[in-house]
């Protein structure tokens, strides 16, 4: 576990009509209690109109690869905006990074299954993963607002950092947000960023860039918590990390297989290509937490 100090709210929220997120996040909140597993998944959902169950909710809106401290504000503020809602959060799939570079390098922190596990952890009823497509890209902010939000979803509040883009050519910002959300009758809050200990705001991009630096105890002050990844079987027999998920700096690293919480963490060897070498054959593929080596 990193003991990096906790994260901090640099600037003053802009929250209309919900309260700011709290500074005050803690490392262990997204953490499973000793002894315990991660939750149930979250209900992943594509189709629309929603289900009437999860109708008048709040919905988080943004990219959600892996899911840190940054996005843990979000959840909080939702909490306070609209205590005892359904809570949901736009995921699209693929990543819309990975629709507009489809040839880019492997770059993300969580696949469908570790961001499931993960949301709903930190309390997340269901997430809404349309196809990032070129007709959803094509999407105006305000047709993204009554057609998606309002009709499709039929949310009641919505959630968004100050950078929250959206709409054909992002053209959409937090004050278009506000505007469309007002007229729609769909509450807003917008979350001040949240930083951490250097002073550098949270980001999913940051966490890639200490992983790439095999810094695992900054990421995992960014994350609050593990790096939890998925691993599938190799041709060869070993296992190797999912092919959508960023590489880490090849070296040394500790391992364990989630939900699992008396396995002793095992020395591993990752290679450039994400292959796992281990001199024990306990990992399976499946969910494990990737450690800093000491
Ligand atoms: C309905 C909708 C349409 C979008 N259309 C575009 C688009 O045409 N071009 C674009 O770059 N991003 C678009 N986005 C924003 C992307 O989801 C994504 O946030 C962004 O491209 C990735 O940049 P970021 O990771 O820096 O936020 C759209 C988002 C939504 C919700
Ligand atoms: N540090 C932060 N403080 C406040 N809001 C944040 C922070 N990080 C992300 N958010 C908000 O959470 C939502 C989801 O964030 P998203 O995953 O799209 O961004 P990100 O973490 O900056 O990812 P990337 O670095 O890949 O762009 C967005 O509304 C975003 O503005």
Redesign the pocket.
Known sequence: MATMPAPSARTAPSVSPAPSASPALSARAVMPAPGRGFGDPALVTRALPLTSALRGGVLLL??FDGFHLGHLALVTAARRAAPGRPLGV?S?TPH??AF?RPDAPAFQLATPRTQQKMLARAGVDFIFAPR?DAA????SPAA?VTD?LRSGLGVSHVVAGR?F??????AGDSETLRHLGREAGIGTSIIADISGPDGRRISSTLIRACLAAGDLDGAQGLLGGDWLVETTACASGGLQLHPLLCRPAPGRYLARMAGKPCQMPQQIRLDGDGRIHAARATLRPGLMHLLPAS
């Open positions: 943004g990219n736009l699209c819309p990074r507009f990032f959803f890209a094509a999407l993204f998606i950078d883009r959206f709409g054909l050519g992002r």
